[in-house]
Structures are given as C-alpha cells and as structure tokens.
T-cell receptor, first 115, second 117 residues
Framework: DQQVKQNSPSLSVQEGRISILNCDYT??????FLWYKKYPAEGPTFLIS?????DKNEDGRFTVFLNKSAKHLSLHIVPSQPGDSAVYFC??????????????FGKGTKLSVKP | DTGVSQDPRHKITKRGQNVTFRCDPI?????LYWYRQTLGQGPEFLTY????????KSRLLSDRFSAERPKGSFSTLEIQRTEQGDSAMYLC???????????????FGPGTRLLVL
C-alpha cells in the first residue's frame, strides 16, 4: 500500500509557464515533506521542504504548498526552465511512530519543459 | 567536494557473487541511510545508522544484505550471493543532527548502480 502517491507519471510544460507537481499521502503521522529532483544516473537532489506546521514554503522559483486536511502537497515552479526537466520525487517522513525519520517516496513525476 | 560520495558508481557482477558498496557521508552528519531504487519506483528505505549504531532495518533487507558503519563515519553495504532481482541503484543519504540543520532533510550521494547478470 503506497503511503505517498504521485499520480501523474509525466508532465509537459512550455518554458516560462508554471509547472505544478502534485503529491498525496495517506499516513497522518507524516510531519515533514520534501521534494527532490533527479537526473538519470544521479542521486536525488534536495529542492525544498515543508514542515506540517506550515502551509507554504518558498525558495526562489520553487514553492511548496501543504494542505493537511486533504493530505495533499504540490510543488510549483515558476517560471519553468528547460533545465528543470527531470524526475521529481515527493517524500515524507514521520518523527514519531518508529520510522526513525526514514523517507517514504512517491514514484516520481517526469517533468519536461519545452523551449 | 563536501557532499555524500559513493563508490563504485557502477558494478556489474555475476549471479552468486558478493559485492560491497561504500558510502562516505557529509562529515558533520551523524545519521546515515541506505535506500534502493528500481526502475519506475522511488527510493525505498533499507537501513539507517546513528553514528555507528544500526537502529532500523527494512523488511527489504534480507539476510543476504549486511551494512556496517564501524567508526561512525563511512558505511559499507554488502550483498552476498547476489540475485538478478538485486539489480538496482543503491543510494546513500546523510542528515545533520538538529544543531547543524533540519534533522529530516536527507542529502543523497550519486548512487551505485548494480547489474547482476
């Protein structure tokens, strides 16, 4: 049973427009959420995170929104650039409940930004 | 370069052979995690160390897998009697303690891609 779901395997966006990547989770114990970007044959690169006590966190072109009641988060990239083309993973962790902070990942969304 | 490093980056082996991977975390990070990623999936947690103590192991970590972090610095992951199903990317990540930064943000190495023939 997947605890973190990214239901869109792929997304194509025009350069300069907004990219919106979505993520849903089922475990109410999750209290920290992260987005990672991954190029082929490389490890995931940390992008941005958000604690469950917040509903928005912004870092340059990247903004993450958290809706706890809906158990949903999204990553907005504005404006999108061709270099943003990669696979984006949503991840969640729980400080309590025995998980020791290990990350639970979704399956990823492949973003393609077209010039 | 002060990021997480992993060695080797690629490994091809025959079924039944043993392989060992190494991870060097960011120097001030005391928590170290191993993950495995297969095609079309996100990384899946394998095991976790705080300093030299192995505190948690996933059900994915069969008895053919063993991990160590003898001095609380680098870590090794060994797979004995490899099977074709072990083919995957093996990722290492480390986190700072709460004094140096958010505990929950994990920083990943480049991974070791294993192919078992």
């Amino acid at each position: 049973d997947q605890q973190v779901k990214q239901n869109s395997p792929s997304l194509s966006v025009q350069e300069g427009r907004i990219s919106i990547l979505n993520c849903d989770y089922t475990n109410s114990m999750f209290d920290y959420f992260l987005w990672y970007k991954k190029y082929p044959a490389e490890g995931p690169t940390f992008l941005i995170s958000i604690s469950s006590i917040k509903d928005k966190n912004e870092d340059g072109r990247f903004t993450v929104f958290l809706n706890k009641s809906a158990k949903h988060l999204s990553l907005h990239i504005v404006p999108s650039q061709p270099g943003d083309s990669a696979v984006y993973f949503c991840a969640a962790s729980a400080k309590y409940g025995g998980s020791q902070g290990n990350l639970i990942f979704g399956k990823g969304t492949k973003l393609s930004v077209k010039p | 370069d002060t990021g997480v490093s992993q060695d080797p980056r690629h490994k091809i082996t025959k079924r039944g052979q043993n392989v060992t991977f190494r991870c060097d975390p960011i120097s001030e990070h005391n928590r170290l995690y191993w993950y495995r990623q297969t095609l079309g999936q996100g990384p899946e947690f394998l095991t976790y160390f705080q300093n030299e103590a192995q505190l948690e192991k996933s059900r994915l970590l069969s008895d053919r897998f063993s991990a160590e972090r003898p001095k609380g610095s680098f870590s090794t992951l060994e797979i004995q009697r490899t099977e074709q199903g072990d083919s995957a990317m093996y990722l290492c990540a480390s986190t700072p303690d709460g004094l140096a930064g958010p505990r929950e943000t994990q920083y990943f190495g480049p991974g070791t891609r294993l192919l078992v023939l």
